[in-house]
């Protein structure tokens, strides 16, 4: 109930304001209790849902290339012959299709550095002062990515790049960068698709980035 402060004493009127800013202070503290709560309670059920997705998916990334690679050897066993390694396999029938792939991970050793150098020693003296957008976009080959290593995956388009436009002491030093390159373990990928009624196929995604 409210109560009328024109009718309070000097006295009873203090203590109705302190009594209102303790009430005020206990509202607001409830309120961030409350909502450090929600906060605690989301993050703790959401991550704790990415973990069991997360384990769900890498468990069936595993039963999926497992039994793709069975189903794949049983198409040879069956006709008496011997499957050959391969590096991506596709089993489909009806609608459904899956693929299955093993893709080398690569990476330059320490002596990339000096070729990188001379590299882009080349470019600089070719292009910087006459065509400053041809140097930009070749020694957007040679930077490094967000893990502060240089891309081995743009080295071919480098080299392309360079054969067209004829520049042999450029495909030179892009060659002794290519031999630099090691491979450092392998990485195994699954993907599933559905045949759509026009006869493609559609992937079932499941990356966050392409929902």
Request: charged content about 35%; glycine content about 4%.
């Amino acid at each position: 109930m409210a109560v009328d402060l024109s009718t309070l004493s000097q006295a009873d009127l203090k203590a109705e304001l302190e009594r209102r800013d303790k009430e005020a202070l206990k509202e607001q503290k409830a309120k961030e209790i409350a909502r450090e709560k929600r906060k605690k309670d989301f993050l703790e059920s959401t991550v704790k849902r990415f973990e069991s997705y997360h384990n769900e998916l890498t468990q069936l990334k595993e039963y999926t290339i497992t039994e793709a690679n069975k189903i794949w050897n049983e198409m040879y066993e069956v006709q008496g012959k011997e499957a050959k390694e391969q590096k991506q396999i596709s089993i489909k029938h009806g609608i459904y299709k899956i693929t299955a792939e093993r893709r080398d991970k690569f990476e330059f050793t320490d002596e990339a550095a000096v070729h990188i150098d001379a590299i882009q020693d080349i470019m600089k003296k070719r292009f910087e002062t006459r065509n400053k957008g041809m140097y930009s976009f070749f020694e957007s080959f040679l930077m490094k990515n967000n893990a502060g290593d240089y891309d081995p995956k743009l080295l071919t388009r480098a080299k392309k790049k360079a054969t067209e436009l004829g520049y042999d002491d450029l495909i030179e030093e892009l060659d002794r960068l290519q031999n630099c390159l090691t491979v450092n373990g392998t990485a195994l990928y699954c993907r599933a698709f559905k045949q759509l009624k026009t006869g493609g196929w559609k992937d079932v995604v499941i990356q966050f980035s392409s929902l």
